[in-house]
Each structure stands twice: as structure tokens, then as C-alpha cells.
């Protein structure tokens, strides 16, 4: 069970990569994005997928773009991700 979500994390995690590289470089390709970020292609092309699935990147001619959606994920990401550590940390065993 804990296997799936460290999965999930760590997915999570290359999709905010992407997603911070996007908003860094933008208009950015794919191409542009892996030699960047130092992943295979296929992976940025999923994590793409799914960020513009999600409303947080958008295509154009040029390449990917963000959204005001990714700025207002990023303005409170830091809260978030606060958020989920507690959640996380109440969960442990004491003692």
C-alpha cells in the first residue's frame, strides 16, 4: 500500500518539475524540456499530458506554456505540501 503512494509521490514530483521548468523557459518543447531536466523524452511527454490535462499547461505553436492555474498552484504549493507533512506525520506511531 505505502509502495503505490511513494509511486504516486514521486510522479507528483516530476509533474511539478516539469511544470516549474515550463514556467522557467517558456514557450519550451519537449525535446528542449528533457535535455533540461535530464529525463527521457517519453516521461516529459506524459507529465505534459497530464499537466494540460489538469488545466495547468497549455500548448502553443512555440511549445508548452502555463497557466494562471500553475501560478496559483505554486503561490500556496509550499501551505499544500505543509499540509500533507502533517497529515503524513499524524499517521506515525508514537512511542
Known amino acids: 500500500m505505502l509502495e503505490k503512494m511513494k509511486d504516486e509521490i514521486e510522479l507528483v514530483s516530476r509533474h511539478l518539475e ?3 521548468a515550463v514556467a522557467d ?3 519550451i518543447g519537449i525535446m528542449k524540456l528533457s535535455e533540461l531536466l535530464d529525463l527521457p523524452s517519453h516521461r516529459i511527454r506524459y507529465s505534459l499530458h497530464v499537466l494540460e490535462q489538469l488545466g495547468y499547461i497549455r500548448a502553443s505553436p512555440d511549445g508548452a506554456m502555463v497557466t494562471a492555474r500553475t501560478v496559483e498552484l505554486f503561490a500556496h504549493l509550499n501551505d ?3 499540509e500533507l507533512v502533517r497529515l503524513l506525520e499524524g ?3 508514537s512511542g
Do not use: G, I, S
Open 91 to 93: 499517521m506515525k506511531r
Open 80 to 82: 499544500d505540501l505543509d
Open 18 to 20: 516539469v511544470a516549474r
Open 25 to 27: 523557459h517558456e514557450p
